[in-house]
C-alpha cells in the first residue's frame, strides 16, 4: 500500500498557542489529502479536505479560521491549529487517496496534540 | 443525515474461532465500503475494500457485501489474539469521495 507519514507524532504546547501538523504521501502524489480528528473511544470525524492549489473545504461545525489548511505541493499537506485550547487536544489523522484507485484512503500514523 | 451503524462491543471469540462484524449503512446509493482495524493510539490500517454484492476474500478475512439490505461483514477465520483491534467499516456515499465511518466494533480474541 501506499505510505502516508505525519510529523510530528505527538506534542504538547501551552493554551493560546499553535501548533503546525505536516502530512506527506512518500510514494505518490497526492492532490486530495483528508484531515480527521479522533477523540477517545470514539471514532474518527472528518474536519476537512485539502485539496492542492486550491482552499481546503471544511466540514460542518469546523471552524476554518482556527484550523488553517494548507496544500502547497502534490506531496504535502499541512494543518495549522491556531490558538490552541485544552478542548482541541485529540489525535489528528490525514489520509490520502491513490490517484486512479478506487477511493482506497490510506492513513499517517496520527499526531497526538496535548494542550496543557 | 448520511450515517453507518456498528455494533460497538466489545464482541469476545476464542482463539480459532470466526469473528463476524456488521455494518450497516442509510444511503443506498453508496459505491465503495471499506473494513480498517484500528489498534489502540494507532492510525486506522486498511483491511479490505468491497465495491460489489457478494463475498471477497483476502486470506483469513472476507467481506460481504448486500446492497439490497445495505450492509456489509466483515469475518475473520481462525481468530488470534493479534486480531484484538476496533474494526471500522468506511463508506462512500453516493456523489462523494469522502469515508463515513462507524463507531467501529471493538474485538477480543481470547487465547
Same mark, same amino acid.
Given at each position: ?7 510530528? /507524532? ?15 504521501? $512518500? ?25 492542492? @492549489? ?35 487536544? /485529540?489525535?489528528?489523522? %490525514? ?22 | ?21 456488521? %455494518?450497516?449503512?442509510?444511503?443506498? @446509493? ?10 489502540? +493510539? ?11 454484492? +457478494? ?23 481462525? /481468530? ?7 474494526? $471500522? %467499516? ?11 465511518? +462507524?463507531? @467501529? ?7
Amino acid at each position: 500500500g501506499a505510505v502516508v507519514s505525519q510529523h510530528p /507524532s505527538w506534542v504538547i504546547c501551552k493554551s493560546g498557542t499553535s501548533v503546525k501538523i505536516e502530512c506527506r504521501s $512518500l510514494d505518490f502524489q497526492a492532490t486530495t489529502m483528508f484531515w480527521y480528528r479522533q477523540f477517545p473511544k470514539q471514532s474518527l470525524m472528518l474536519m476537512a479536505t485539502s485539496n492542492e @492549489g486550491s482552499k481546503a473545504t471544511y466540514e460542518q461545525g469546523v471552524e476554518k479560521d482556527k484550523f488553517l489548511i494548507n496544500h502547497a505541493s502534490l506531496t504535502l499537506s499541512t494543518l495549522t491549529v491556531t490558538s490552541a485550547h485544552p478542548e482541541d487536544s /485529540s489525535f489528528y489523522i %490525514c489520509s490520502a487517496p491513490l490517484a486512479g484507485g478506487q477511493n482506497e484512503q490510506f492513513f499517517g500514523p496520527g499526531t497526538r496534540l496535548t494542550v496543557l | 443525515q448520511k450515517e453507518v451503524e456498528q455494533n460497538s462491543g466489545p464482541l469476545s471469540v476464542p482463539e480459532g474461532a470466526i469473528a463476524s462484524l456488521n %455494518c450497516t449503512y442509510s444511503d443506498r @446509493g453508496s459505491q465503495s465500503f471499506f473494513w480498517y482495524r484500528q489498534y489502540s +493510539g494507532k492510525s486506522p490500517e486498511l483491511i479490505m475494500s468491497i465495491y460489489s454484492n +457478494g463475498d471477497k476474500e483476502d486470506g483469513r478475512f472476507t467481506a460481504q457485501l448486500n446492497k439490497a439490505s445495505q450492509y456489509v461483514s466483515l469475518l475473520i477465520r481462525d /481468530s488470534q489474539p493479534s486480531d484484538s483491534a476496533t474494526y $471500522l %467499516c468506511a463508506v462512500t456515499p453516493s456523489g462523494t469521495y469522502k469515508y463515513i465511518f +462507524g463507531t @467501529g466494533t471493538r474485538l477480543k480474541v481470547l487465547a
